[in-house]
Every structure is written in C-alpha cells, then in structure tokens.
C-alpha cells in the first residue's frame, strides 16, 4: 500500500466541507490517511476512537456524501480518485471487491452508487405506497399552509434516511409532539439545526460563540472547539 495519501483543494476548501464541524472534518482526514489504495476503510469505528470522533461526525460526513457506506460495515472515501494519484508500481487493489463492485466512477472522478435492479416480486408496491402516504399526511396535516416547515420536515426525513436511521410512523409522531413543546417560530430553524448536524432528534437551537476561523484548517483541526456538539450525540434509536 502506498504510504503517501492527498487532499484535494477542491474538496477540502469547499463550504460544504469548511461548514462541517471540526471533529468531522478530523475524521474525513484520518479516514483519508488509513484508507488503502482505492480509498476503502473496512474499521471505521477503529479509526473514530483513534481520533476521539463520534457517530454524530460519521453521520455528517454520510450525509454530505463524503463518505459512502455499504452493508458490511465498510465505508469508502467518495472523491478518493479525485484526492490521490496512485502509480501502478505503488497500487495495491482494494480486498472489498464486493463493495467495489457496486460502484462506479463519475464523470468528475467520484464513486458513485450503481443504479441495482429491483426484483418487484419481492417488494410489496402497495406497502411502499402506503408508507410514502402516511409520511407526506402527517407532515402535511402538521404543517399546514406553511410550506417551509413542511420542506423542512422533509428534509430531515431525508437526512435520517442517508445516515440509515429512517423513521416509522410511531417516531414520527413523537418527533412531531416534541417540536410542539418549542416555540413555533423557531421549528423551522430547529429542525435546520438537526439536519445541519445530522442529529437524530430535535433539540433547543444552540447559540455556541462563533467558531473561531483561521487561514489554515489543519491548524483549525487542533482548535479548542473540538468535539464541542458532544452533549448532543444522540437521540432516538427508531
């Protein structure tokens, strides 16, 4: 395995990248660091006690699609191809050949999820619709006229679906009682806050300090601020 590993600017300098937490983004570099030669790491939870990250920081790193999962238990760097430059001379294959099976390189250089063919004979159409049904009516029937609260709930639906904690219909219910003992103005920032931070449940708005930025993220890396969300690893276990 090459000992050598890179970070693309263009991936590390991004919003999407700078507006995840610190221990985040922690974690993406040490994942970047012991990933082998096509950018698989097949003891994620190994890596994120080395560097003291939590499932909170997984999570956001799954839901802004800059790592991918797969069933095993093994996660692979998304934009790995687009990060390092491995000579053949170097280059050791992956021994996930099953997960990187199910993968395929983009036009930009990422991995990316095959489309997989479903056998209908073993998925029940009319419960699908049925599910899909009672989420749209319940968030509907919550929300009203008010049409960004309810894309709002929708999103974090979304959210817990990347992370692969999706609700039933008995957690929705509960979320949606617990953001009723909020004030209303604030459900939709509350809600916001959730998917920000890839958080399980709903939890009073944080008002931290601002985040002190420098120049340089490495240096950031170190910063006093590290680990500061960890009152808020969660939550729900639907």
């Excluded at 920081?57 to 998304?78: C, H, P, Y």
């Excluded at 687009?82 to 050791?92: A, E, F, G, K, Q």
Aim: aromatic content about 10%; charged content about 30%.
């Amino acid at each position: 395995m090459a000992e050598k590993r890179m970070f693309a600017k263009s991936i590390v300098l991004t919003d999407a990248f700078l507006d995840m937490p610190m221990s985040a983004r922690c974690l993406y570099f040490t994942l970047g660091m012991l990933a082998d030669d096509d950018g698989f790491v097949g003891s994620p939870k190994s890596v994120m006690r080395q560097c003291g990250a939590s499932t909170d920081d997984m999570n956001v790193l799954l839901a802004k699609r800059f790592v991918l999962t797969f069933e095993s238990g093994v996660i692979v760097i998304k934009h790995w191809r687009i990060n390092n430059y491995l000579r053949n001379d170097t280059y050791h294959e992956t021994n996930y050949q099953e997960e990187k099976a199910t993968l395929k390189v983009d036009q930009n250089g990422a991995y990316t999820e095959r489309i997989r063919a479903v056998n209908v004979d073993k998925i029940s159409i009319d419960k699908i619709s049925t599910d899909k049904n009672s989420k749209d009516n319940i968030y509907r029937e919550f929300a009203g006229d008010n049409k960004e609260l309810l894309l709002a709930l929708e999103e974090f639906e979304s959210m817990r679906n990347r992370i692969k904690k999706p609700l039933t219909d008995g957690a929705r219910k509960r979320m949606l009682t617990k953001l009723s003992t909020f004030p209303k103005h604030e459900w939709v920032d509350i809600i916001h806050q959730s998917i920000d931070h890839c958080w399980q449940g709903l939890f009073p708005l944080d008002k931290p300090k601002a985040e002190k930025k420098t120049n340089n993220i490495f240096l950031e890396m170190l910063g006093e601020e590290y680990g500061q969300n960890a009152d808020y690893q969660d939550t729900c276990s639907s």
